[in-house]
């Protein structure tokens, strides 16, 4: 502790000089302040965040919390975000608004001790090395499709409603099943197509059923959730459908050899995310009831944990196909003073080019991405004022990914009121919608395998598609209006520590400081002397020196 108030008065020193007054620091979110703090090496946050999900076995009982977290001090971190809300909706304390995980029909969470308030543990321990705990919630995410639980399945007025576009495979009666995406992840009960362009095997496990398709003919029907473990090939004048659990299941009842397939067909609906190919059950966040649901989970943290902030996670829309419900259609109607005759085709429709998904704009299509992002704003500021009502001591702040330029398609705008981008969907009022000034810390995610704008560009790829654009993004979308603190994807460099090293070095470099993401990975890869080596002393966050927000 007195190592950290002595590091506290040397940096603030640093500051003074550096800003040539005290009346710099005392002014509420002083541009020159936030920006000269980024050369003051002294005051970095270093924030690691505890996946609730993926450390399960990592955070169940009270001495492999002690271990976890002492590991954490000795390794110069300032800051934990712990997640107590998991996108299935579930928690690890005892809640009076949300199921505990030893509830769940999931196996991975049934183990959980049922007793066990991870929140109560982390505290008592971080208080032990002066670290910090903000409690993460995974905002808008509140059920598990796959399980069918969670609140926003329990109350499905909640749930987002979809504007569906998929491709479909069509049998020789004209049944259909939904593509869920061509040559990515197979998920459960998806169907997925792998075309021999970018598969040469099929990349799926075992748990599935894997169909080749040769000139429009099936010609093979190999079920490997019975047989075993078997290399499938992609036949190179056709493709291959893979299925697993419900898609599976339709394979079996429908499919033969011999018989004509077609994936050309398109379909559209407007369904509740629990009905889509979705493992995540959004709700709609302008419903009264979701938003009372989240606030009253806030309020309960804030009211009964001794914590430092409360952070946000998946404080957004699901994705650009949301929300389209009839609460979502009048509001909208509202903002915009007239109808919209054609629901959802005058706000955009949707193609395929190359197996890809295609949004084309209708009339109403910029209005739509503004209101969207407003809502959230709106939601923004009125999450911060309950939060500061509760405890004033208590700190807000989010996560985000970097790509502000594409991030429109959540409805989020993260920016500073006064930052107007430069891009086609944008309205000319777009900038209303930035709601940094909300926050008293803002994480970005600069989830990049390549650290230099020079290794991106050498791919071809938008400065921004690296950590140290991305870096440069984000200060310049926030304006400096508050503290920015650039985020790593620990999984981006498996096998790679030296460029792990760099990365870190590159974001502290460009921004207020560095959130990793996240512990698992730290433990699977035995990353913590690494990181001791990086982090040689201890810094102090900027979010923490009174007058600087």
Request: glycine share 4%.
């Amino acid at each position: 502790m007195l190592k950290r108030i002595l590091i506290f008065f040397l940096s603030t020193v640093i500051l003074f000089t550096s800003l040539g007054g005290i009346s710099s620091i005392e002014a509420k979110a002083n541009d020159n302040a936030k920006r000269n703090l980024i050369k003051n090496k002294n005051m970095k946050a270093r924030i690691l965040w505890y996946d609730l999900s993926a450390n399960l076995e990592n955070l169940n009982t009270p001495e492999k919390v002690a271990n976890i977290i002492s590991k954490t001090a000795d390794a110069n971190f300032n800051t934990i975000v712990l997640d107590v809300k998991s996108s299935t909706g579930f928690v690890p304390y005892p809640s009076e608004y949300s199921p505990h995980l030893s509830t769940s029909k999931n196996p991975k969470y049934q183990g959980y001790p049922a007793d066990f308030d991870l929140i109560e543990n982390v505290v008592r321990e971080a208080k032990k090395y002066d670290l910090e705990v903000h409690l993460n919630i995974n905002t808008f995410a509140a059920g598990s499709n796959q399980y069918a639980e969670g609140p926003a399945i329990e109350n499905p007025e909640w749930q987002t409603v979809v504007y569906d576009v998929t491709r479909v495979v069509t049998d020789s009666e004209e049944n259909k099943y939904s593509i869920a995406g061509f040559d990515i992840t197979r998920n459960s009960d998806q169907l997925i197509i792998y075309t021999p362009e970018n598969n040469t095997i099929s990349p799926a496990n075992r748990w599935g059923i894997e169909v080749k398709v040769e000139n429009g003919i099936v010609t093979e029907i190999i079920d490997r959730n019975t047989i075993g473990e078997q290399e499938v090939t992609v036949p190179k004048n056709g493709y291959l459908i893979s299925a697993h659990g419900k898609a599976r299941q339709w394979v079996l009842d429908n499919i033969q050899i011999n018989e004509e397939i077609d994936i050309s067909q398109v379909q559209s609906d407007l369904r509740p995310t629990s009905e889509t190919n979705a493992t995540e059950t959004f709700m709609n966040p302008i419903n009264p009831e979701v938003q009372q649901f989240t606030w009253n989970i806030i309020s309960e943290l804030v009211t009964n944990y001794d914590i430092d902030g409360i952070t946000l996670d998946r404080a957004r829309y699901n994705n650009i196909y949301t929300d389209f419900s009839d609460l979502s259609r009048t509001e909208f109607e509202k903002e915009i003073g007239q109808k919209v005759t054609n629901w959802p085709e005058d706000i955009f429709t949707v193609k395929f080019e190359d197996n890809k998904k295609v949004t084309v704009p209708g009339k109403h299509y910029k209005e739509w991405i503004k209101w969207r992002a407003a809502n959230i704003e709106k939601y923004f500021e009125e999450t911060s004022k309950l939060v500061k009502s509760q405890n004033s001591d208590v700190l807000f702040n989010t996560y985000v990914g970097s790509w502000h330029p594409l991030y429109y398609s959540e409805g989020v705008n993260w920016g500073s009121k006064n930052y107007q981008p430069d891009y086609e969907w944008a309205t000319p009022d777009y900038h209303e919608t930035g709601y940094a000034d909300h926050l008293d810390f803002l994480m970005t995610g600069l989830y990049y395998g390549d650290v230099t704008i020079e290794e991106s560009d050498a791919k071809g790829l938008p400065y921004w598609y690296s950590v140290e654009g991305a870096a440069d993004l984000s200060m310049e979308v926030t304006n400096y209006e508050t503290f920015t603190y650039g985020s790593l994807y620990l999984l981006d460099y498996q096998d790679r520590p030296e460029s792990f090293k760099e990365a870190i070095r590159m974001t502290e470099s460009k921004t207020h400081g560095v959130m990793l993401f996240d512990l698992v990975y730290i433990e699977m890869y035995d990353w913590w002397p690494l990181l001791e080596e990086v982090f040689t002393k201890e810094t102090v966050a900027p979010h923490t020196i009174p007058g600087l927000n």
